[in-house]
């Protein structure tokens, strides 16, 4: 179930979409390394605004749907950020960094990178059994 549900939304992320009058082509998120070049735009890119609210969003679609298909107590999360929440701003900064430190996953699919980089940053503590 959690595989087809991953799937279901890294295939949205396959949409082309456009910022400004940039081409779909330039703005295609297709892999992990799509999505860590657009988290990734200078201050000073014209392009910058559309950018950023779309890695933001990324970034808080996946894990509010993460958080949601995990609640309760039979839930199995896959990451456990820290508590208080950090920033999305502070998110996509440390995802831009780990995506540059590990260059062999960024030609997989944008959730897969992006859970992989969640897993690997924050990982849940083992329940005492």
Same mark, same amino acid.
């Given at each position: 179930?959690?595989?087809?549900?991953?799937?279901?939304?890294?295939?949205?992320?396959? $949409?082309? $979409?456009?910022?400004?009058?940039?081409?779909?082509?330039?703005?295609? &998120?297709?892999?992990?390394? @799509? $999505?860590? /070049?657009?988290?990734?735009?200078? @201050? @000073?890119? #014209?392009? &910058?605004?559309?950018?950023?609210?779309?890695?933001?969003?990324?970034?808080?679609?996946?894990? /509010?749907?993460? *958080?949601? &298909?995990?609640?309760?107590?039979?839930?199995? #999360?896959?990451?456990? #950020?820290?508590?208080? *929440?950090?920033?999305?701003?502070?998110?996509?900064? $440390?995802?831009?960094?780990?995506?540059?430190? /590990?260059?062999?996953?960024?030609?997989?699919? #944008?959730? @897969?990178?992006?859970?992989?980089?969640?897993?690997?940053?924050?990982?849940?503590?083992?329940?005492?059994?």
């Amino acid at each position: 179930m959690r595989k087809a549900v991953y799937a279901a939304l890294a295939a949205t992320a396959l $949409l082309p $979409l456009q910022f400004g009058a940039a081409t779909a082509a330039e703005v295609e &998120v297709r892999t992990a390394g @799509d $999505l860590v /070049n657009i988290c990734a735009i200078a @201050d @000073d890119d #014209p392009m &910058v605004e559309g950018a950023r609210g779309f890695c933001y969003g990324f970034l808080s679609g996946a894990a /509010n749907y993460h *958080r949601s &298909v995990n609640a309760g107590k039979k839930g199995k #999360p896959l990451f456990c #950020p820290p508590e208080p *929440r950090i920033s999305r701003a502070e998110a996509a900064k $440390l995802f831009v960094a780990w995506g540059r430190a /590990n260059p062999q996953h960024l030609g997989e699919a #944008p959730v @897969d990178g992006l859970m992989r980089f969640a897993t690997a940053t924050w990982p849940c503590k083992q329940a005492k059994r």
